[in-house]
């Protein structure tokens, strides 16, 4: 099955800088990348995703980058702010229609932001 | 327009008891997923439901049941419960199959002693 990795565990950096977030993924059918973030006790919400029809995609300070070839996709949170301090997780999933589209989660990266 | 909502939100068992979670759905939602986060750990899928049927099922024992309503809200059933049931479990809701956003509840913490 599939099997997506995650990194860094944890990431402090001060606030204005840049942060990347890094996952693999093992299964080359999968085709659909979304990220999501966590705040402790809330539930977790999507900030943005990709699919592997499209190399890179932006919302305001949040870009992802998704490399098909090497199995790999990035986050990047640009002039981050202390209300970025979250846990984020990437996911990958296979969608197929009438089968189903379950998320195989990667183990999470705790970011601070520091003022 | 309500988000997905999930009951009862802390629930404290006894290992070998049954357990019952429910979900209802975003609304104009009609695929419910459930998945099962450990502490510091992602979620793990568990199954996933549409058309009131079991489409898709993850790494789990039978003892993790479940079953969608009619009116698309689901209800997740583990028995026999271990210690290590002990997590947040968290429902999931979508639109259709296949390549469509999931909108996570706030999730169930269930603490198994």
């Known amino acids: 099955g599939e099997n997506v990795e995650q990194h860094p565990s944890t990431l402090s950096v001060q606030e204005g800088d840049s942060a990347v977030i890094k996952c693999t993924y093992s299964?080359?059918?999968?085709?659909?990348f979304p990220w999501y973030k966590q705040e402790l006790g809330k539930r977790p919400q999507l900030i943005i995703d990709?699919?592997?029809?499209?190399g890179e995609k932006k919302d305001q300070r949040i870009a992802v980058t998704l490399n098909k070839t090497a199995k790999h996709f990035s986050l990047h949170i640009t002039e981050t702010q202390p209300e970025d301090s979250a846990v984020y997780f990437c996911?990958?999933?296979?969608?197929?229609?009438?089968?189903?589209?379950?998320?195989?989660f990667g183990g999470g990266t705790r970011v601070l932001v520091k003022p | 327009d309500a988000g997905v909502t999930q009951s009862p939100t802390h629930l404290i068992k006894t290992r070998g008891q049954q357990v019952t979670l429910r979900c209802s759905p975003k609304?104009?939602?009609?695929?419910v997923s459930w998945y099962q986060q450990a502490l510091g750990q992602g979620p793990q899928f568990i199954f996933q439901?549409?058309?009131?049927?079991?489409?898709q099922r993850g790494n789990f024992p039978d003892r993790f049941s479940g079953h969608q309503f009619p009116n698309y809200s689901s209800e997740l059933n583990v028995n026999a419960l271990l210690l290590g049931d002990s997590a947040l479990y968290l429902c999931?809701?979508?639109?259709?199959?296949?390549?469509?956003?999931?909108?996570f509840g706030a999730g169930t913490r269930l603490s198994v002693l």
């Open positions: 999931a809701s979508s639109l259709g199959q296949g390549g469509n956003i999931q909108y």
């Open positions: 299964d080359s059918a999968s085709n659909y």
């Open positions: 990709i699919r592997s029809n499209v």
């Open positions: 996911a990958a999933s296979i969608t197929i229609k009438a089968a189903g589209n379950k998320l195989t």
């Open positions: 609304s104009g939602h009609d695929t």
């Open positions: 439901y549409y058309e009131e049927e079991e489409r």
